[in-house]
Nanobody, 126 residues
Framework: EVQLVESGGGLVQAGGSLRLSCAASGFTLDDYAIGWFRQAPGKEREGVSCISSSDGSTYYAHSVKGRFTISSDNAKNTVYLQMNSLKPEDTAVYYC???????????????????WGQGTQVTVSS
């Protein structure tokens, strides 16, 4: 059974940091791209970042570039999203998702992704 489990969300002050984890089971990261998405109340789900283990490609949305870093530990079958210099506008539920056989040279599109985690809340206070 394919499963993605996010963790690491929480409440942090503006300027602070959090590291989100996405633990995958039922498949290996080698064959998938993993995307991080976020959705704030009343807004559409936004592709934040993605990573492809097959070729090492990564993508960052303009709004997070230079502040967020995506990485993968294939031995642990886990993808991380290090979030630094957090802003109140980063507040959202963050989801990780998996897409078979994809690379990450373009913005991740939610409708393309096959498997999703349950989400983790990130709240940044001003």
């Amino acid at each position: 059974e394919v499963q993605l489990v996010e963790s690491g969300g929480g409440l942090v002050q503006a300027g602070g940091s959090l590291r989100l984890s996405c633990a995958a089971s039922g498949f290996t990261l080698d064959d998938y791209a993993i995307g991080w998405f976020r959705q704030a109340p009343g807004k559409e789900r936004e592709g934040v970042s993605c990573i492809s283990s097959s070729d090492g490609s990564t993508y960052y949305a303009h709004s997070v570039k230079g502040r967020f870093t995506i990485s993968s530990d294939n031995a642990k079958n886990t993808v991380y999203l290090q979030m630094n210099s957090l802003k109140p506008e980063d507040t959202a539920v963050y989801y990780c998702a998996a897409l078979y056989g994809s690379k990450c040279y373009e913005p991740p599109m939610a409708y393309e992704y096959d498997y999703w985690g349950q989400g983790t809340q990130v709240t940044v206070s001003s």
